[in-house]
C-alpha cells in the first residue's frame, strides 16, 4: 500500500469459529490512550463471559500497546499489531475477543486464529489514506452538473454535498495536487465561466479504500 499512512474508515466487527473457538474481531478509529481504553473497558464489560479479551492500538508514530490477555505469549497481541503495522495503518484499536471451545488450537494456530480475525476485521472497516485535502465550492449550470462530477472524481475529489438552487452549488473535498488540475479542466469545459472557491486545506482521512 505504498509509504502511505492509513487509519480505519469505520468502527467495524467480524467474527469465525476455529475448532469450537469463537473468535470476534472488532476494530475503531482511535485518536488517544484514553479513548482506547475506555473502548476497551466497554468490550471487556460486553463480553466478561469470554476466556480472552486480547487488544492492541496504535496512535501515531509513538504509541504501541497489547496484550495476550491470558493466552501463551506471544500469540494474540503481537500477531495482531503484525497486521496493522504491514498495512501502515494507525490510530486504530483492535480487540479479538474469545470464547473458548474446548480444542487448544497450539501457538501457531493461535497466532493464526487472531491475525486472522484482526486482519477481517480491518478489511470490514476499510481504511482511509492520511492526506492534505482542500475545501472548495463550485458553482455550475445544470447541463454541466455531471460532466462536473465527472472531472472531480478524475482529480480523486468527492463532492460531499449538492445545492440545487437557480444553479447547482457543489461542496468538494479535493487532494492535495487535485485544485489546480480540476481549475485547468473547468476552464476547458465551460470557456472559462466555472471558478472553483478554495477554502482551506487540512490533514485529513480520504475516502474508504479496501485492503
Known sequence: MGDKIYVPYQEAESEFVEKRSRFIGHIWPVDSEDQAQEL?????????????NCWCYLLG?????????GEPQGT????ML???????????????TRYFGG???????????????????LAAAGVAAMGLWT??????????????????????????????????ALTLSLPEDAPRRLQDRLTE????????ELSGTELRPGPREDI
Open 103 to 121: 480444542i487448544l488450537l497450539g501457538a501457531g494456530g493461535l497466532t493464526r486464529a487472531y491475525s486472522k480475525s484482526a486482519r477481517d476485521a
Open 135 to 168: 475545501a472548495a465550492r463550485c458553482t455550475c449550470p445544470y447541463p454541466l452538473l455531471e460532466r462536473v462530477k465527472l472531472e472531480v472524481q478524475a482529480v480523486g475529489g468527492t463532492v460531499d454535498a449538492v445545492d440545487y438552487g437557480a444553479e447547482v
Open 82 to 96: 503484525a497486521v496493522f503495522q504491514r498495512e501502515h495503518v494507525t490510530n486504530v484499536l483492535c480487540v479479538v
Open 40 to 52: 476497551l473497558r466497554r468490550v471487556k464489560k460486553q463480553h466478561y463471559d469470554a476466556r480472552h
Open 61 to 69: 508514530g509513538s504509541v504501541v500497546r497489547y496484550s495476550d490477555d
Open 76 to 79: 494474540a497481541g503481537q500477531p
Open 189 to 196: 469545459l465551460s470557456a472559462g465561466r466555472l471558478r472553483l
